[in-house]
Structure formats: structure tokens, C-alpha cells
Nanobody, 120 residues
Framework: QVQLVESGGSLVQPGESLRLSCAAS????????MVWYRQPPGKPRELVAS???????NYAGSVKGRFTISRDDAKNTVFLQMDSLKPEDTAVYYC??????????????WGQGTQVTVSS
């Protein structure tokens, strides 16, 4: 069994920063891609940023230059550093991990989500 637990969501003012974390635990052999998604109120879920196990990153155009994704493979954790936050960044943020289990079964897992609200 694999679990992803996010943390770090909060209410902040425009221009401030937040750092989200997502820790994976359980029967993990290897974590492949790790991805942050978000779902703004009344809108569909969208990709924010991704990082491969070789460190290659990809960002949505709306967050490029403001958000940074990184990972700590020793701790099975992915981070999302969010700077210069805007009200339109308000959303529930979810992490997703593409994982090879100890039995070499490839699975996708989602976290439960963490709320980020940007408002003055």
C-alpha cells in the first residue's frame, strides 16, 4: 500500500510565498515522475509542474518563473515552492506520483489535496 500526504497549504496575501510538500510512504521500490496539479474553484484540475526521476522539470505557463518543483528521493518527497502568489493561484493542490512498488507493479497515486488561498 502506498500513501501520499501533502502539507503546507494556507491562506496568504498576494505576493507572498508558500512551500508545499508531498511525502510518499509504503511499499515503494522507485518513484518515477512526481507531479503537482491544482483545481481552482469551479474549474477542472490542471497540471502545475512535474519532475522526472532524472530531475527534468516542466511547468504550466501560468506559473513559470514563480513556482519551483523539486524532489528529495532519500525522503520520497516532492516540494513546490510558490513565490509571488496571485489570487488566481487559489486552488486545492494535489500531488501525484508514478510509482514502481516493491513487487515491480507500476501504479499512480494521488494525495488528498491541500488548500491554498491567496487573498488580501
Amino acid at each position: 500500500q502506498v500513501q501520499l500526504v501533502e502539507s503546507g497549504g494556507s491562506l496568504v496575501q498576494p505576493g507572498e510565498s508558500l512551500r508545499l510538500s508531498c511525502a510518499a510512504s509504503g511499499s515503494i521500490f522507485r518513484i518515477n515522475d512526481m507531479v503537482w496539479y491544482r483545481q481552482p474553484p469551479g474549474k477542472p484540475r490542471e497540471l502545475v509542474a512535474s519532475v522526472t526521476n532524472s530531475g527534468s522539470t516542466n511547468y504550466a505557463g501560468s506559473v513559470k518563473g514563480r513556482f519551483t518543483i523539486s524532489r528529495d528521493d532519500a525522503k520520497n518527497t516532492v516540494f513546490l515552492q510558490m513565490d509571488s502568489l496571485k489570487p488566481e493561484d487559489t486552488a486545492v493542490y494535489y500531488c501525484y506520483a508514478d510509482i514502481n512498488t516493491r513487487w515491480n507493479i507500476r501504479e499512480g497515486h494521488w494525495g488528498q489535496g491541500t488548500q491554498v488561498t491567496v487573498s488580501s
